[in-house]
Nanobody, 123 residues
Framework: QVQLVDSGGGLVQAGGSLRLSCAAS????????MAWFRQAPGKEREFVAA????????YYADAVKGRFTISRDNAKNTMYLQMNSLKPEDTAVYYCAASAYYSGNNGDRYRYWGQGTQVTVSS
């Protein structure tokens, strides 16, 4: 079945950087919009960023705009999230998600999800 494996999380100091990866298998990757969501303890899941299936369009939550960059490599069936200037409020479990021909911020529209990777930013 379809599998999304996200990785790259860890512990970093405020102002530091991390790069998350999401490797997809058993789907036609180039037909899927991809996104990152995150969920902090006691909070609702929130949209972080999305990229269209051909990679031409990217979308960001206001909280991460200018600091995070989403990208994808369709040849490698992999999506990335480069996170710079990290803040303690970025601490959360980050999930990648895939949706056929959709790349918006509505999590209910994404059919496939990764298992999550923990990002912790210390002050």
């Amino acid at each position: 079945q379809v599998q999304l494996v996200d990785s790259g999380g860890g512990l970093v100091q405020a102002g530091g950087s991390l790069r998350l990866s999401c490797a997809a298998s058993r789907l036609t990757f180039s037909s899927y919009g991809m996104a990152w969501f995150r969920q902090a303890p006691g909070k609702e899941r929130e949209f972080v960023a999305a990229v269209t299936w051909i990679g031409g369009g990217t979308y960001y939550a206001d909280a991460v705009k200018g600091r995070f960059t989403i990208s994808r490599d369709n040849a490698k069936n992999t999506m990335y999230l480069q996170m710079n200037s990290l803040k303690p409020e970025d601490t959360a479990v980050y999930y990648c998600a895939a949706s056929a021909y959709y790349s918006g911020n509505n999590g209910d529209r994404y059919r496939y999800w990764g298992q999550g990777t923990q990002v912790t930013v210390s002050s």
